[in-house]
């Protein structure tokens, strides 16, 4: 009964496949519209390798960019892919965002100016928060089976509004920003500024990595993965184990939002040098729910995808400068997303089809 | 006409990946009671199909009446006179039973129905053929026996010659079995050819003609029932020689274990399922619980376990209280538990074997060490060794993902398992339903392994013959109450079967 999976069929070689097809179909489209679909990858290999070909220069600030533009990305990718394994659906990786930027800027605007302990305890309040405005809907759906789709959309808003209220109320704020930050709340790094060039490549990188090694870590080693990922695959059977399937939920519904509290921090505090009064969702948390389809919600896999999209963005100003259209970027990211549902729709398709044949089978 | 009323010659058919039907032939004489036997997946149900037209096959002939025909479709089968029982009714529940007779070919006056004359011509067919059947009343109102009869009807209704019958008896009490042998007699006598498709010998001892053996999806035999024992229909079915019957020292039976005190509990719904019920079981024996699926044995087993709260009552495990422990306590307080719903409450599919067999007790000191990491290679260990003792069959050992297992080796997977925990009592659900019959042999000696070491066992089974052979004692379940608890050797399958369906009997405990 020796059953391996091909290695065409895996999850990871899927992923490849989908995002080869995502740039393949892009460069049809690019050509369609009379551009040269070459100048598109000269742009995309400028921001992987900050190499420019047109002159032969080298610029490594450029991948500083798409380092730091990977980060975001990455964490709410890693959000959305936690609770994904233990079978929930966090819509909600923008509101919990929100949340870790409002507290961020907070803290930096108020907080002790004590150097570097100013910028951790920034950070730790946007962490806390993510993981109470995840937690709270984990308890919901956990206990009164409140589904976390719903609540998550609705809490996005509440973030949203309450951001805004809260802001408005510090110091030198007007309606679309607030004071400076203090020179000791910012995460920026020195070292990374001298050999990338001034990137704004900060230290929220190493707070990507360890959150990238933790997501591996509880998933994959330890007993309380184990019980998440029970519960994600078979919550029935999880349940009827005496695996404590409520206690699982909440968890890690509240992990989850630790990773996006922290996606909003960083970027409150690397990529501006005051807090912002937000009128409008940054998108971070939503397109972290492509990174983390893309990365079939694994720790490498998210990690890979989110530097893919942070790779896409930083490219989308070289394009532009070579007069391809920087909405290129989102039609590909958009097709790869459909190119993965379309796999769940042909697992879709599969089913229906055995479903008639034993339908058949029965003589309907 | 022709001496047989079906020939199928040479059919093969295959899905991909799987040859169902590999060059099998049938011949079925006019007017005669054919059984079609073998075991899951042998390619009986398959066979039937394309006989039907539900599916075509990739070679061979069919010849009905010695005329040979092109099935295509089920509409076809049905004009050249041949009609299917299904197992799983095909009846819309809250018509009548006349309504669901004509269904399609109803009589007209007109663009209206005829329903005087539908009731009328119903009423004739089931004076004719001894099915008596109520032509006014809904289908949600009558038993699954006459459910049953319905759906002959319909096939006589259509003018079937040849009758199918796929596993009839699978839904049946006893006293229905005993009915419905009666009836398919009657048709034959009535000039119908019958074929019964089933893995169950006793009544093909008791009905049928002639027998057609199919294993793996290969023709084995065709055999004279009157020529042949039980014991060597199975021997041709499984390819090799096996027992049914168990044996089960005698043995005496220790203190209680599970006390079961009034018990009373609802389902999801809130409706009272099962009402009042006391129960006890020794150790180092079987207590049956014997009923007609639906009767309180799911709501009963759920409250045990901690899967639905009790409502009233209360459970005791070696005297301690359990019946408002969580789960996992119940679990560490001694509770084995493989369910019905093997795949739904037993297993995780996309977990390795390695990974389910510590399912319940992950989190103890030996596979989960400091800061909560767990030891794999101490999980593979055990899963190896349950592979080793329990004779798993997987194709990469303790890495196999249990979904990939066949359905007796997963049952294997969680009765090493629950075994391996050295429960205080085993409450075992349904243990062998949709297995082999290799499995069945094997899950159903363990048991009786584990009674021998003086385990408390509580089994629930809608099999009689399972019951009859694993139990010490026997408590009959109907609407939610014990209806009787007796000894087994004190009771006939009979006598059971009365209950089942509610009689009050003698209790001889």
Redesign the interface.
């Known amino acids: ?3 391996k999976t091909p290695f065409l069929q895996s999850d990871g070689a899927v992923s490849v496949l989908v995002v080869l097809l995502g740039f393949l179909v892009g460069t049809i489209l690019v050509a369609l519209v009379g551009k040269n679909p070459l100048n598109m990858y000269k742009a995309i290999l400028q921001a992987l390798s900050g190499y420019n070909i047109d002159n032969g220069r080298m610029n490594v600030r450029y991948i500083g960019e798409t380092l730091n533009y990977s980060v975001p990305f990455i964490l709410c990718g890693l959000s959305m892919g936690f609770a994904n394994r233990v079978g929930l659906f966090n819509i909600g990786g923008e509101g919990q965002y929100i949340m870790g930027m409002t507290v961020a800027q907070i803290i930096a605007l108020l907080g002790p100016q004590i150097p570097v302990l100013h910028w951790l305890l920034a950070l730790l309040g946007a962490m806390v928060i993510g993981a109470i405005w995840g937690g709270v809907v984990g308890i919901l759906k956990a206990k009164y089976e409140v589904s976390e789709v719903v609540s998550t959309i609705m809490l996005n808003y509440v973030a949203l509004y309450l951001s805004r209220i809260i802001c408005l109320q510090l110091p030198g704020a007007t309606t679309y920003k607030t004071a400076n930050y203090p020179e000791t709340a910012l995460i920026g790094n020195e070292f990374f500024q001298r050999i990338t060039k001034n990137s704004l490549l900060n230290n929220g990188i190493f707070f990507m990595i360890l959150a990238v090694l933790a997501f591996w870590f509880i998933m994959e ?7 998440m ?2 519960t994600g ?2 919550k ?9 399937v409520v206690k699982s939920i909440s968890i890690s519904m509240a992990i989850s939002g630790v990773f996006a509290g922290l996606a909003g921090g960083i970027i409150a505090l690397g990529s501006f040098k005051y807090g912002r009064v937000i009128a409008g969702m940054d998108n971070y948390g939503f397109d972290g729910i492509a990174v983390a389809l893309v990365g079939n919600s694994t720790a490498f896999g998210t990690t890979i995808a989110g530097l893919l999209f942070g790779l896409l963005k930083n490219a989308q100003a070289l394009m532009q400068a070579k007069q391809i259209p920087k909405e290129i970027t989102f039609i590909i990211q958009g097709l790869i997303v459909i190119f993965i549902a379309l796999r769940s729709a042909l697992k879709l398709y599969q089913e229906y089809v055995d479903k008639r ?1 034993l339908q ?5 | 006409m022709s001496e047989y009323a079906i020939t199928m010659k040479g059919i093969t058919k295959t899905f991909p990946g799987v040859i169902a039907n590999d060059k099998v032939d049938l011949n079925v004489k006019q007017k005669e009671i054919h059984a079609l036997l073998g075991e899951n997946g042998a390619g009986k149900s398959t066979l039937m199909s394309i006989l039907f037209g539900a599916y075509s096959a990739d070679s061979g002939t069919i010849l009905i009446n010695g005329e040979e025909v092109e099935i295509k479709n089920p509409n076809v089968a049905t004009e050249l006179g041949i009609g299917m029982v299904h197992q799983h009714f095909k009846l819309v529940q809250n018509y009548t039973v006349t309504e669901n007779i004509v269904l399609g070919m109803e009589p007209r006056r007109g663009q209206i129905l005829d329903s005087k004359r539908a009731r009328a011509d119903v009423a004739a067919l089931s004076e004719q053929y001894g099915l008596s059947v109520d032509p006014d009343a809904r289908i949600e109102d009558i038993s699954v026996g006459q459910q049953q009869r319905v759906e002959i009807l319909k096939t006589l209704y259509r003018n079937a010659n040849i009758i199918i019958f796929d596993e009839p008896t699978a839904v049946l009490t006893p006293q229905e079995i005993d009915e419905l042998i009666e009836i398919i007699t009657k048709l034959k006598e009535e000039g119908k050819t019958i074929v019964l498709i089933t893995h169950k010998l006793r009544e093909i001892k008791a009905v049928a003609d002639r027998c057609t053996v199919l294993r793996r999806g290969k023709y084995i035999g065709t055999v004279e029932v009157a020529d042949v024992s039980e014991s060597e229909l199975a021997e041709m079915m499984v390819g090799r020689a096996v027992r049914f019957e168990i044996d089960k020292p005698e043995q005496q039976p220790g203190e209680v274990v599970l006390r079961l005190e009034h018990v009373t509990v609802k389902d999801h719904l809130g409706l009272e399922k099962v009402t009042d019920l006391s129960l006890d079981v020794h150790s180092g024996e079987v207590v049956g619980i014997a009923g007609i699926d639906g009767n309180g044995q799911s709501e009963l087993l759920a409250a045990i376990t901690g899967l639905l709260p009790l409502t009233g009552g209360e459970i005791y495990l070696n005297e301690e209280p359990i019946g408002h422990l969580s789960i996992r306590e119940r679990i560490e307080a001694g509770l084995g538990y493989t369910p019905e719903d093997r795949q739904r409450y037993g297993l995780v599919a996309d977990f390795t074997i390695a990974e389910n067999a510590v399912l319940k007790n992950y989190y103890h000191n030996r596979y989960t060490g400091s800061f909560g990491i767990l030891n794999e290679e101490a999980m593979h260990e055990e899963a190896s060794a349950l592979i080793e003792q329990f004779d798993i069959r997987a194709g990469e050992g303790s890495h196999t993902k249990a979904g990939s297992l066949s359905g007796g080796n997963q049952q294997k997977v969680i009765v090493a398992r629950e075994i391996s925990l050295e429960p205080k009592v085993l409450i075992v659900a349904q243990p062998t339903r949709g297995l082999d019959v290799g499995a069945i042999e094997y899950i159903r000696r363990r048991i009786i392994a584990e009674r021998s070491r003086g385990q408390a066992i509580l089994l629930v089974s809608f099999e009689l013959d399972e019951i009859m052979n694993l139990c010490d004692r026997i408590a009959t379940i109907s609407k939610g109450t014990i209806v009787a608890v007796n000894r087994s050797e004190e009771v006939t399958e009979r006598d059971i079967g009365m209950m089942m369906a509610g009689s009050q009997l003698k209790e001889s405990v």
């Open positions: 009964m020796k059953k080693k330890t007993s309380l993965g184990y019980g990922r029970a695959f078979n029935d059977a999880a349940r009827a184990s005496g695996i404590p044949r058949k089978e029965v003589g309907l």
